[in-house]
């Protein structure tokens, strides 16, 4: 399985690419923003995208949006991982049909437990 971390802390994707190879993923990819992120996308086939709210250049909601409006990657489960826990930006990205949203900090097993949750239910919820 591909994962995309995208955040623009390097030691949050440090943090978050650990805690995955400790639950067993090995194929890792990063981008520090949104934009980057979509290059990406364009290049690699990813099996779950892990994506912060606030960046610069362009913000993991509107990364998400883009991802939900094209063919070929709208079905990808995307994980909101961010310290954004307002009940109005939550709605925002249920609306935008994000697959899960995990508030920062977080452990393992959250994060686990969201992993394990999207692939159950389904890659995209809504």
Same mark, same amino acid.
């Given at each position: +399985?591909?994962?995309?971390?995208?955040?623009?802390?390097?030691? +949050?994707?440090?943090?978050?690419?650990? *805690?995955? @190879?400790?639950?067993?993923?090995?194929?890792? #990819? =990063?981008?520090?923003?949104?934009?980057?992120?979509?290059?990406?996308?364009?290049?690699?086939?990813?099996?779950?995208?892990?994506?912060?709210?606030? +960046? %610069?250049?362009? *913000?993991?909601?509107? #990364?998400?949006?883009?991802?939900?409006?094209?063919?070929?990657?709208?079905?990808?489960? !995307?994980? +909101?991982?961010?310290? =954004?826990? %307002?009940?109005?930006?939550?709605?925002?990205?249920?609306?935008? %049909?994000?697959?899960?949203?995990?508030?920062?900090? !977080?452990? @393992?097993?959250?994060?686990? $437990?969201?992993? $394990?949750?999207? !692939?159950? #239910?389904?890659?995209?919820?809504?």
């Amino acid at each position: +399985m591909k994962v995309l971390v995208v955040d623009d802390s390097l030691v +949050m994707r440090r943090i978050i690419g650990n *805690h995955l @190879r400790a639950l067993g993923y090995s194929d890792i #990819l =990063e981008a520090d923003n949104g934009r980057r992120a979509l290059r990406i996308l364009e290049e690699e086939r990813i099996d779950l995208i892990l994506s912060d709210w606030c +960046m %610069q250049v362009m *913000h993991g909601i509107e #990364l998400l949006r883009n991802v939900r409006k094209n063919e070929a990657t709208k079905n990808i489960p !995307f994980i +909101m991982v961010t310290a =954004e826990a %307002q009940p109005h930006l939550i709605l925002e990205a249920i609306r935008a %049909q994000v697959s899960d949203y995990v508030v920062k900090p !977080f452990t @393992r097993d959250t994060l686990r $437990e969201s992993i $394990e949750k999207v !692939f159950t #239910l389904g890659k995209v919820a809504g």
